[in-house]
């Protein structure tokens, strides 16, 4: 039996139950563990798919499998114009459906959970779905479930977006009833999100914490959050929050 220890070396600052937190998640395909750590720590997501699509990114490219070398790719249109990820399209024939599910099934058919997982990923792949950000969406939401993730995803097409990055931050908090905003600290001090402009209207400004130094997450941290579930199973999320902090860390 693997035993998890909680950390005790909780950094001083408020506790997490004390606010509602809320974090921007640019959409990504079959993310690693790490993605799913940090989505972790908030209570309301906002899936950033207006933001403009870009190849060659984890947007529809995943994380390792298993070996670097397990990565799949999900093809997608061609554009003559730069367009959003929620208006960019799958190309629309099932080859790479097949191939994905063929690989999914060759790399993890012996894992304790993949006579429970495969066949509903199985069922999301046979979807009728044509929009790369639905099928990102849907993944997502589907992998927050089997977690166990007490967490809510809007999806900010669906929202007003048409502000600069703080604007927009300070209005889907006020919007969704949030009193703080976690995000990378290099966000804060490279200024792409204006921290006293934050603070002046009562939004807390906190950091994601570093995945915590333990040679077991060591070896999932970045691979697909599939590996993950597909070993442990209904276990994987209780997981996670053994090893979550109690408190959270304000951006200096």
């Known amino acids: 039996m693997i035993q998890f220890l909680i950390s005790s070396d909780l950094s001083k600052g408020l506790l997490k139950d004390s606010m509602k937190i809320l974090s921007t998640f640019r959409p990504a395909f079959l993310p690693d ?7 972790s720590q908030s209570q309301l997501i906002v899936f950033t798919d ?4 870009s190849k060659g990114t984890s947007i529809n490219r995943s994380a390792p499998l298993n070996t670097d070398q397990d990565v799949l790719s999900i093809p997608v249109k061609h554009d003559q114009q730069k367009v959003t990820i929620a ?14 599910l063929k690989t999914l099934h060759h790399l993890f058919h012996n894992f304790p959970f993949a006579e429970y997982y495969l066949p509903q990923i199985e069922e999301i792949y046979k979807a009728e779905i044509y929009s790369l950000a639905d099928l990102l969406f849907l993944l997502t939401d589907k992998i927050k479930n089997w977690l166990h993730l007490p967490v809510k995803i809007v999806r900010s097409s ?6 600069d990055t703080t604007e927009l931050i300070l209005q889907w908090c006020r919007q969704f009833e949030c009193q703080g905003y ?13 921290k006293d402009l934050l603070n002046q ?12 130094s ?4 060591a070896n999932y941290a970045n691979k697909s959050i599939i590996h993950f579930l597909l070993q442990f199973g209904p276990e ?4 996670l929050k053994q090893y979550s902090s109690a408190r959270l860390q304000e951006v200096d």
């Open 236 to 239: 994987a999320g209780y997981i």
């Open 33 to 39: 563990l790490i993605y799913f750590w940090q989505m």
């Open 158 to 163: 669906e929202l007003n977006h048409d502000r």
């Open 201 to 212: 209207q009562n939004i807390k400004v906190f950091q994601f914490p570093a995945l915590p």
């Open 50 to 53: 207006h933001l403009q699509f």
């Open 214 to 217: 333990s040679h077991f997450l």
């Open 182 to 194: 976690m995000a990378f600290a290099e966000t804060f001090h490279k200024g792409w999100v204006q």
């Open 87 to 100: 208006q960019k399209r799958m190309v629309p024939e099932n080859f790479w459906r097949q191939k994905h």
